[in-house]
């Protein structure tokens, strides 16, 4: 099973303002940058409660009949999100049982989306594929993508495009230790 993070931020590193919106992104231009590729290798998406709620606000759901897995250890109100077309369902426990679930359960290309999301997945070794999409503006504080790791976490970088609109994205392929 691969795992896979496709994410924007902003250059200074933040994946979203402290209130959770994500208005700076449009800074890099509306050119296509290779999500709609990447999101049609994926069978499975897993992110957070913060960025389930935050995906409640769109006017449509983004990831059409794709399994997403919304992780949160208190209940969650999903109907919302099934009624709209999501194929929705809540998980809980630490990274590596949700995807040992997962497997069990036949995924094969997973999505981890989510700030404290990724950064629990990375510091359990769980990610295979990192692709950052540096957004040109500063914001000066929100919320991390990356935080605290117990060790580093080795990097093999696999290209680096550069876009009209000034987004440049980088894919890096996490190196198993």
């Not at 099973?1 to 959770?20: E, H, I, Q």
């Not at 897993?46 to 709620?53: A, E, N, Q, S, Y």
């Not at 290209?159 to 609109?165: I, P, Y």
Request: aromatic share 8%; glycine share 12%; charged share 20%.
């Amino acid at each position: 099973m691969k795992t896979s993070v496709f994410v924007g931020v902003s250059v200074d590193g933040f994946l979203a303002r402290a209130n959770g919106e994500l208005d700076f992104l449009d800074a890099g231009g509306s050119e296509a940058h290779g999500y709609e590729e990447f999101i049609s290798t994926i069978d499975t998406i897993v992110l957070g409660r913060k960025t389930f709620d935050i995906l409640m606000g769109f006017d449509t759901w983004p990831y059409g009949e794709r399994r997403v897995v919304a992780l949160s250890s208190h209940p969650m109100d999903l109907s919302a999100a099934s009624a709209r077309g999501g194929r929705i369902e809540q998980m809980g426990g630490p990274p590596a049982e949700v995807m040992s679930r997962l497997a069990a359960a036949g995924a094969q290309h997973v999505y981890v989306d989510g700030g404290v999301t990724i950064q629990g997945f990375l510091r359990a070794g769980l990610i295979n594929r990192l692709v950052v999409s540096r957004v040109p503006v500063l914001i000066g504080s929100g919320i991390p993508l990356f935080g605290t790791l117990p060790r580093d976490v080795v990097l093999r970088h696999v290209a680096t495009k550069a876009f009209r609109g000034g987004l440049v994205q980088s894919e890096y392929e996490v190196i198993a230790e």
